[in-house]
Each structure stands twice: as C-alpha cells, then as structure tokens.
Antibody, heavy 118, light 106 residues
Framework: EVQLVESGGGLVKPGGSLRLSCAASGFTFTSYSMNWVRQAPGKGLEWVSIIGIDTKTIYYADSVKGRFTISRDNAGNSLYLQMNSLRAEDTAMYYC???????????WGQGTLVTVSS | EIVMTQSPATLSVSPGERATLSCRASQSVSSNLAWYQQKPGQAPRLLIYGASTRATDIPARFSGSGSGTEFTLTINSLQSEDFAVYYCQQYNSWPRTFGQGTKLEI
C-alpha cells in the first residue's frame, strides 16, 4: 500500500522559514517524480513544485520560485520542501504526491498545515 | 501558464442521476488531463488520467472524455459518496495547473 506521510508544518511568523518532509513507502520511490501541492483554507488546489527521479529536473510555481527549495533523498525514500521568506499567502495545507514522469498525481499524503501569521 | 476553467462552480444533482462536469484549457493540453475528487477533510484522490482512463479501483460510473481544450467528467447513477469537489489538472506543460473546482452537491 502506498503511504505518503507529511510532517514539519506549524505556525511561523512572516519572513520565517520551515522545512516540510514527506516519508514515502509502498512503492519504488526512485521510479517516481515527487510533487508538493498546497491548498489555502477554503480554496482550490495549487501545484507548488516537482523534483524528478534524477533530482536534477526541478520546477516551481512562480508564486514560490526563489523562496522554496525542493529536494529528495532517494536512499531514505524522503521528499523535502525548504520554505524561506514565508508570507501570509503561503498559509495552506501542503500535500506531497507522487507521479510517474510526465504524468498525473497518483497518490497523495494527508497533508501538513502551514500557518504564516504574526 | 495554461489556465484551466471548470464549470459550473456548483452542481446540484439527486442521487441516482447523472452529473456532467466540464473543464476547459486556455490552450491545448492534448490528452494530458486528470480529474481528482476531494471530500471534506480529505486529500484529493486521482479519478481519471489521460483524459479518459480510470485510475485503479475507480468505479465504472466515472468516465472522462475530451482532448485538446475541452474535457468532460461524467458520473452516472450518483451515489451518496460521490458528493464532493472535483478538480481537473493539466500536466502537459509547466507549471502544472488546476481548475478552480466544481462542487457536486445533493
């Protein structure tokens, strides 16, 4: 059974930093690209970032480019999102999701909540 | 950036009836279109990929169609568990983009 478990969310002040983690199991981690998708309270889904199998293929949404950094540890089956210079508009549930290269988001974690507020 | 537009925003349907949800892309995404279902307090779940292929364990009452810029998700014989929010997403180009969602209500 595929399991994706996010952690690291919490309350942070504007301008602060947070590092999210996603522990993966139940599938061949090194065969899948990994994504972060977020959802602000009461709003729709926003794709945030993707990292490819080779760790070199990386894309970001314009809204986070230059502030967020995605990375993965293939040996430890883990995905990360380093979030710097956080803003109130970054407040959201953050989901990790796997995808085959060039494909849809197959499995999703339950999310970790990030709240940016003073 | 490709803009995905879903209609209607809210669709009211009775159990047992058919629901038809639409998704339009601002430019062609070929068949690189997925549909997701999200229930309150839950993560989204993949329903359809490649515009028309059901994901694993998705019931046959869910079907997708379309290509290019116009797509449809049809749900036949609505069950109580189908009332949720549905999102379309293109994965043809970067950044990946979602529609704003259609809420399917009783």
């Amino acid at each position: 059974e595929v399991q994706l478990v996010e952690s690291g969310g919490g309350l942070v002040k504007p301008g602060g930093s947070l590092r999210l983690s996603c522990a993966a199991s139940g599938f061949t981690f090194t065969s899948y690209s990994m994504n972060w998708v977020r959802q602000a309270p009461g709003k729709g889904l926003e794709w945030v970032s993707i990292i490819g199998i080779d760790t070199k293929t990386i894309y970001y949404a314009d809204s986070v480019k230059g502030r967020f950094t995605i990375s993965r540890d293939n040996a430890g089956n883990s995905l990360y999102l380093q979030m710097n210079s956080l803003r109130a508009e970054d407040t959201a549930m953050y989901y990790c999701a796997n995808s085959l290269p060039g494909a849809s988001l197959d499995s999703w974690g339950q999310g970790t909540l990030v709240t940016v507020s003073s | 950036e490709i803009v995905m537009t879903q209609s209607p925003a809210t669709l009211s349907v009775s159990p047992g009836e058919r629901a038809t949800l639409s998704c339009r892309a601002s430019q062609s995404v070929s068949s690189n279109l997925a549909w997701y279902q999200q229930k309150p307090g839950q993560a989204p779940r993949l329903l359809i990929y490649g515009a028309s292929t059901r994901a694993t364990d998705i019931p046959a009452r869910f079907s997708g169609s379309g290509s290019g810029t116009e797509f449809t998700l049809t749900i036949n014989s609505l069950q109580s568990e189908d009332f949720a929010v549905y999102y379309c997403q293109q994965y043809n180009s970067w950044p990946r983009t979602f529609g704003q969602g259609t809420k399917l209500e009783i």
